[in-house]
């Protein structure tokens, strides 16, 4: 009889503490699952829609998730780049990030090989974040002829659109002159691709988007063109 | 002997209880608190520091820095209704910039001559809820005790540290034009005027601003 009444006690006790805590993780679980789960990450770059976040542990690469608030689903788009990540023999990183509702832009940069055999790739990658679905991969420019190069070099800053026209400004590689870096302006939207201004005067962060008005600076003047 | 086992099993459980209903407050605290609580919302804009949503009523508007994880009622959305015969009070075209929220606070009050009208541009911090700055969004024209600012806001661009530029429109008899403004530490200014300007066309790159008159681009220093 003791016995019993031992038992029926500790169980009673299992029962209430087990109680809480599965109502609470319940709860926990409603609550986190709509909005991407973020725990030790830092924000890249968020609008009404979703978020661009990175992990941060230690001695761990940084990897660039996006995520739309809608889907709660978290997309792996690439590795942060950080000191050393590119040691030696090939690598890769993502940077720029730009995002439009739930799509997002960014620069996508590896390097293959070393010394002359190596071969660098500059693109931009347009993708869904709802679904993780890339929609465009564009070379940043048109690298010389024989170069070992694809695209034509590093982007400086990107603007999207919520339909998926991009425009960004690289810096065009090789640099003919060692004080005087070279800048293209790009667009690439339903009427094609196409270089909108080219020159050492053009000012590298200069690019800004209202609506379809892309907007850029060279030699100290505004220049705009339309994003289709 | 009985009595005390029976004693002691309810101490177990009151003990039992206690402890996991403090465990289960913590946890909810511990991982609500430093996000901002966005169940049920409408999120309207949203940056790297900071989120602005609506409950799902889209009634009014709500600011919180993620750093805090604390929300600031901004004022009511602009819904049917909002505005009825003895007047209204709405805010609109919300932007972000770091911590930072600039909103447009539109609000009339009484009837016929004795109506009152107040157009402000509003900045606030949104780690602490201060009001930064409340700033007309123009000269009426012609000048009128009863009304505050010139018009509404097309468009509006905020920095970082607090500048902020905006186009309003404003009327002189049946004519619409447009200016652009802009609030930086060297003061406030209007910056073009014309009944050309393309109302959605302001940008903000850094620190550089553009908006479109007579169909080309133009450019200030947003300081």
Sequence with gaps: ?228 | MRHISITACLLLITLAMTSSTTAAAHTVYHKTHPTCNRNHTHIITADTQAVVYSLFDAENAFGCAFSQGHQYELGPLPIEGSCGPNGCLVINHIVLAGPLVAYEYFSTAGQGELREEETLIVIRDLRNGHILHRIPTGTPIPPSPRVIGSGPVESMVLKSDGSVAWINEYSVGKITSYEVHAFDKTGSRVLATGTNIVPNSLALAGSTLYWIQEGKPFSAMLH
């Design chain 1, 1 to 228: 009889m003791r016995h019993i009444s031992i038992t029926a006690c500790l169980s009673l006790v299992v029962l209430v503490m087990a109680c809480p805590t599965a109502t609470v993780a319940r709860t926990v679980r409603h609550k986190t699952h709509p909005s991407c789960n973020r725990n030790h990450t830092r924000i890249i770059t968020a609008d009404a829609q979703a978020v661009i976040y990175r992990t941060v542990e230690a001695f761990e690469p940084s990897i660039v998730y996006g995520c739309t608030y809608s889907q709660g689903h978290p997309y792996k788009l690439g590795e942060f780049p950080t000191i050393g990540s590119c040691g030696s023999g090939a690598c890769g990183s993502i940077g720029q990030e730009v995002l439009a509702g739930q799509l997002v832009a960014y620069e996508h940069f590896s390097t293959m090989g070393r010394e002359e055999l190596r071969e660098d790739e500059f693109l931009i990658i347009v993708r869904n974040v709802r679904n993780g679905h890339v929609l465009r991969r564009i070379p940043t420019g048109i690298s010389a002829p024989g170069s070992r190069l694809k695209g034509a070099g590093p982007t400086t800053v990107i603007a999207l659109k919520s339909d998926g026209a991009v425009a960004w400004i690289n810096e065009h590689l090789p640099r003919t002159s060692e004080t005087e870096p070279e800048y293209e302006v790009h667009a690439y939207d339903k009427t094609g691709n196409r270089v909108l201004a080219a020159g050492t005067n053009i000012a590298p962060n200069s690019l800004a988007l209202a609506g379809s008005t892309l907007y850029w600076t060279q030699e100290g003047k505004p220049f705009s063109a339309t994003l289709h």
